[in-house]
């Protein structure tokens, strides 16, 4: 349904709501009255005849499960209002904003690299609903250093964006452990809403995601005097040479990636040009799972 249709005949706060209870059965899986007060501001029972309202204007999308909660129809369901997978992860990892639903920018915008074919938003609304219900889901996907693209078991935990691209991270069920996939590498994805994730496939199972590690920065001795100027006024350094920050053990590798950082003991005066940053200690990071990649792929 067009969204300015609706919130022309019915009205802006009644269009936002029925907006809200559609965005959450279709990417969570399930609303609750609480959810529609907390976001709303406005009473229990006026949250109770929101959803009354939804399920007379989409019948089939929507079931009680009991008087306070109700849940998505996944066989019948079919969104009432259109929204692209970019859109709907933005919102789920930053809050509701019915604002991101109008190609209207406040200013001259154009976001650069977008490709024509685009994330497949009903294969991300079933990952964000197998993560919310923490159950499993069958899926073929393709990866880069690999041919096999059969079928694998997941069970999705986390949502991020490493700068460039829609992340999740999840468990793989055949190789036992948790790793980084590609929303747009997915195909075919089904929930098995019969299987649900174990203990140690839950987000609290997963140390690398859990443990911040402090990666001590200092520019690069291979920096120009002109490029260093740059580099200072693009991470607000002012007059330090060295820092601080802490990043998840799990998303490091990106982190190294976006800001050229040399992970090598010592800089190599071939690469001088390429880098902003060297790393400080790294041995330490040759301790985690997570991170000891790196070095095979940067150092």
């Known amino acids: 349904m067009d969204y300015l249709k609706f919130e022309n005949e019915k ?8 907006l809200f209870i559609d965005f959450r059965l279709r990417f969570i899986g ?23 309202d939804y399920r007379d204007l989409a019948e089939e999308n929507v ?60 294969l991300v609304a079933t990952i964000t609903r197998a993560m919310s219900a923490r159950v499993g889901v069958k899926c073929r996907y393709l990866t880069s250093n690999s041919d096999n693209i059969g079928d694998r078991t997941l069970f999705p935990t986390a ?24 929303f747009i590498r997915l195909d075919a994805t ?11 496939a839950t987000i609290e199972a997963d140390g690398d995601w859990n443990t911040k590690l402090p990666l001590t920065l200092r520019l690069h001795p291979g920096l120009t005097d002109r490029k260093e100027i740059v580099v200072r006024k693009d991470f607000g350094l002012d ?8 990043e998840r053990a799990a998303l490091i590798y990106y982190l190294i990636e976006n800001w050229s950082i040399d992970v090598s003991e010592k800089p190599s005066a071939k690469k001088h040009g390429s880098y902003n940053f060297q790393l400080m200690m790294p041995e330490i990071f040759k301790q985690y799972k997570g991170t000891e990649r790196i070095f095979d792929i940067f150092g």
């Open 11 to 18: 009205g802006v706060q009644k269009a936002e709501r029925m």
């Open 30 to 52: 399930t609303i609750s009255r609480s959810d529609i007060s907390d976001q709303f501001g406005i009473m229990d029972a006026a949250a109770t005849r929101e959803i009354s």
């Open 63 to 122: 079931k009680y499960s009991h008087k306070l909660r109700a849940n998505a129809i996944l066989d019948t369901y079919k969104p009432v209002f259109d929204i692209s997978a970019e859109k709907a992860l933005g919102m789920l990892g930053n809050g509701f904003n019915k604002n991101l639903l109008f190609e209207e920018p406040l200013a001259p915008y154009q976001r650069v690299g977008t490709f024509p074919t685009r994330l497949d938003v009903d």
């Open 159 to 182: 949502i991020f964006y490493d700068g460039k691209t829609w992340m999740f991270r999840a468990f793989h069920k055949e190789s036992e452990g948790f790793k980084n996939f590609h």
């Open 190 to 200: 089904e929930i098995l809403g019969d299987e649900p994730a174990p203990h140690h």
């Open 239 to 246: 007059d330090k040479d060295e820092f601080t920050y802490f």
